[in-house]
T-cell receptor, first 114, second 115 residues
Framework: AQSVTQPDIHITVSEGASLELRCNYSYGATPYLFWYVQSPGQGLQLLLKYFSGDTLVQGIKGFEAEFKRSQSSFNLRKPSVHWSDAAEYFCAVGATGTASKLTFGTGTRLQVTL | DAGITQSPRHKVTETGTPVTLRCHQTENHRYMYWYRQDPGHGLRLIHYSYGVKDTDKGEVSDGYSVSRSKTEDFLLTLESATSSQTSVYFC??????????????FGPGTRLTVL
């Protein structure tokens, strides 16, 4: 069975600073990997996903993530954070070939200071 | 945004009463899911459906049942609500087949409080 760890419960960054949110997964083969964002009182919105191929994935809102098999990681990055990026971010892993059984991390809450 | 609605959006009920939450989609996706979200736990899968009348359990299915009589609707029932079922419930949909379509999209959520 797969599992996901998001080591950082809460992160605070200044507006304009760079951001990296960590995600480590456990799975025996190449997984499907996802990042979702949740604003307060809202549902989850897909930021980006990785299935295969290029290990650097571009998403919406200027986010990107890099799949590193050797480190079992799929960290989310953004070069310059905006105040509107304040939200909770979830990493999820699915088994090879299907996104129908996702395991979610416990989330990282991002606070942006002005 | 994917066409997913959930009803009701908020509900307060008492322990021991039955509760049904509805998820409705307009995307004609085969798979539908119910999750619950609790602080410190992320999202946990309750039940999912892979077609009309085809359902299976997730990791936290005890105390919940589901039904799917139409492609567009997936119902989650708490037969006798308990305070431990106070949570935010999310519905999701997906369409397996190709990597580009095989992604879960989420509804807006239902906040349930059991007193």
């Amino acid at each position: 069975a797969q599992s996901v760890t998001q080591p950082d419960i809460h992160i605070t960054v200044s507006e304009g600073a760079s951001l990296e949110l960590r995600c480590n997964y456990s799975y025996g083969a190449t997984p499907y990997l996802f990042w979702y964002v949740q604003s307060p009182g809202q549902g989850l919105q897909l930021l980006l996903k990785y299935f295969s191929g290029d290990t650097l994935v571009q998403g919406i809102k200027g986010f990107e993530a890099e799949f590193k098999r050797s480190q079992s990681s799929f960290n989310l990055r953004k070069p310059s954070v905006h105040w509107s990026d304040a939200a909770e971010y979830f990493c999820a892993v699915g088994a090879t070939g299907t996104a129908s059984k996702l395991t979610f991390g416990t989330g990282t809450r991002l606070q942006v200071t002005l | 945004d994917a066409g997913i609605t959930q009803s009701p959006r908020h509900k307060v009920t008492e322990t021991g009463t039955p509760v049904t939450l509805r998820c409705h989609q307009t995307e004609n996706h085969r798979y539908m899911y119910w999750y619950r979200q609790d602080p410190g736990h992320g999202l946990r899968l309750i039940h999912y459906s892979y077609g009309v009348k085809d359902t299976d359990k997730g990791e936290v299915s005890d105390g919940y049942s589901v039904s799917r009589s139409k492609t567009e609707d997936f119902l989650l029932t708490l037969e006798s609500a308990t305070s431990s079922q106070t949570s935010v419930y999310f519905c999701a949909i997906s369409e397996p087949g190709t990597p580009s379509t095989d992604t879960q999209y989420f509804g807006p959520g239902t906040r349930l409080t059991v007193l």
